[in-house]
């Protein structure tokens, strides 16, 4: 048998056919009786087609109440067969044209009963027939047929349609079980398809690589979950554009030496990736290619190491020569400034010799305060940490910052953004408002003409986030790559030493800096420290000095170093 679900659309598929043939039907009829003389009555013709317009939206509401729908296919059934003898007695009895309605009730009933329900249902209608026949012969009831045949001819037609109820019965039944038999099967197998698509479809979600499928016009045609967290854009917003504006690099080729290779793509939120991008083709057996397939490897974490291994090594072979170089260079240097101030005490110099001798005292100045900077940046260096509000730290340099500024009439402004009233972490406070003064220095000297320097403190899950943007001229994605590397200054009389020494004090509390920057865009100095709670204390430590030299800076860059 069927479903419910099926059931309830034969029983709705019945009565909408129910009430076509019952309006074509009635349509001829008004018609004939236009043009000829019926002899049966029109009015009582046309109540039998109401009434049975009234059954079929009785059984159309009962429908929609649900429930018993096995009960309701044989009250259907049967009140079919007593509406169509209805009409056969009123259209003529033997001379009626509407007994061929008999054979699609029993084609109904094996659609809709089981077989033996079919038999049933024939029997049933060659009664009803014969009986309207025989009544209307006998006349026991009115006949409105224009024809008397005699007896003999009489039970010929009724055996005749017996046989031929029979036969329908008989044949529609078999098809009816051969249906369902293709039914089942056919059900069975689009079972077995969806589970095979839903393995196949579970196999491509799950997979930890980046999966998109495109056609040959180059347009995107599927997108499985882990190119959507690599991509950080969800299905809908790739579908049916196209691949190649996603990447800054030319993709792959098929069929080439260039199948494979390395892209470079910018995130939303503009950091910038590394992906490893192999092509293949898509084939489909019996109609070719029909497509391309990209497969996407997360090189990001794997290049920014690398980098950090590069500037530890910088960084190591710096802080071990600086602090000897320093020492070494002091001390000559020491004697060369107490030489010429000496000279420059002498009454009997010219111009030009007291010229010189100046130019040697500011240089010698200049050269201290370079070597100053070497042993700071190398000087093994005492933390003392402690739970710390970050903001009062930040107000007491920005305050600072603005004096000076409204001073000199820099033309710079400064704007807080804070998402937060308290942001505990566990920091050195006089070392974090040495960072923070690196950063704002830097904003202020980018911003020669003026500007607008941004602070911002941001919640994260974990972490407190400070970011200090400024609106100068930005940086070269070759200058971003290697600003925290010492001797890396854009700033004329600068050592380039001020960040690579924000760089040590960020590693020796454990968090993360970063810079994003564009050309002629400013450039943002982005903090970020590990929160803490309010009652947490801790304890002074004093990194080794091959600590403060040799660590490996692996949580400094972190994401968004190449932004």
Not at 21 to 35: K, P, R
Not at 75 to 83: E, N, P, R, Y
Not at 161 to 175: D, E, I, P, R, S
Request: net charge neutral; proline share 3%.
């Amino acid at each position: 048998m069927h479903s419910v679900f099926e059931n309830r659309l034969w029983l709705a598929w019945l009565v909408k056919v129910r009430i076509l043939i019952l309006t074509i039907i009635l349509g001829i009829e008004l018609a004939i009786a236009q043009f000829a003389t019926i002899s049966f009555p029109l009015k009582l013709f046309v109540g039998t087609i109401l009434l049975a317009y009234a059954v079929s939206f009785f059984y159309l509401g009962l429908l929609k109440i649900g429930g018993k729908l096995q009960l309701q296919s044989a009250l259907q059934v049967a009140s079919d067969l007593f509406l169509v003898s209805l009409l056969v007695y009123i259209t003529g009895g033997v001379d009626s044209s509407l007994n061929f309605l008999y054979p699609l009730v029993i084609i109904v009933a094996s659609i809709l009963l089981q077989r033996v329900w079919v038999y049933l249902t024939a029997a049933v209608a060659f009664v009803l027939y014969g009986t309207v026949l025989e009544l209307c012969y006998f006349q026991i009831v009115p006949s409105y047929a224009a024809t008397h045949p005699g007896i003999r001819t009489l039970q010929a037609i009724i055996f005749v349609n017996l046989f031929g109820y029979a036969a329908v019965a008989y044949l529609a039944g078999l098809l009816a079980a051969k249906l369902r038999q293709a039914d089942t099967r056919f059900e069975h197998a689009r079972g077995a398809l969806e589970n095979l698509q839903a393995l196949h479809e579970n196999i491509i979600q799950s997979t930890s690589n980046g999966l998109i499928t495109t056609g040959l016009d180059g347009r995107i045609t599927l997108v499985n979950a882990a190119a959507e967290k690599l991509l950080e854009r969800t299905e809908a917003e790739l579908l049916r554009q196209p691949i190649a504006p996603l990447f800054e690099d030319p993709l792959p080729i098929v069929g080439s030496e260039r199948s494979y290779g390395e892209m470079r793509f910018i995130a939303p939120n503009n950091f910038r990736k590394t992906f490893r991008i192999m092509v293949s083709e898509l084939y489909v057996p019996g109609r070719g290619a029909v497509g391309h397939v990209y497969t996407l490897d997360d090189l990001t974490q794997i290049r920014r190491l690398e980098r950090e291994i590069r500037m530890q090594d910088r960084l190591a072979a710096v802080g071990r020569l600086s602090a000897a170089i320093a020492h070494e260079v002091r001390n000559p240097l020491t004697s060369i400034a107490g030489s010429a101030s000496l000279l420059s005490e002498m009454p009997d110099l010219s111009d030009d010799h007291r010229r010189l001798l100046q130019i040697v005292t500011r240089e010698s100045e200049r050269l201290n305060s370079i070597i100053t900077d070497f042993l700071a940046y190398s000087r093994n260096k005492q933390y003392k940490f402690a739970n710390v509000d970050l903001i009062p730290l930040l107000e007491d340099t920005l305050i600072l910052l603005e004096h000076r500024m409204a001073a000199q009439t820099t033309g710079i402004k400064i704007e807080r953004r804070y998402s937060a009233q308290k942001t505990h972490v566990l920091a050195d406070g006089d070392r974090m408002k040495q960072v923070f003064w690196n950063f704002c220095e830097n904003a202020v000297r980018a911003m020669k003409k003026g500007g607008t320097l941004t602070v911002s403190i941001d919640e994260l899950e974990h972490e407190w986030q400070l970011s200090f943007a400024d609106t100068g001229p930005g940086m070269s994605p070759q200058m971003v790559e290697k600003v925290f590397e010492p001797f890396q200054s854009q700033f004329e009389g600068g050592t380039g030493l001020g960040l690579a020494i924000v760089y040590q004090i960020v590693q020796a509390h454990e968090g993360k800096v970063f810079v994003r920057s564009k050309a002629e865009q400013g450039c943002t100095f982005v903090l970020r420290l590990r929160k803490a709670t309010e009652g947490t204390i801790a304890v002074p430590v004093a990194p080794s000095r091959s600590e403060a030299a040799d660590a490996v800076p692996a949580k400094l860059i972190g994401e968004g170093a190449h932004a």
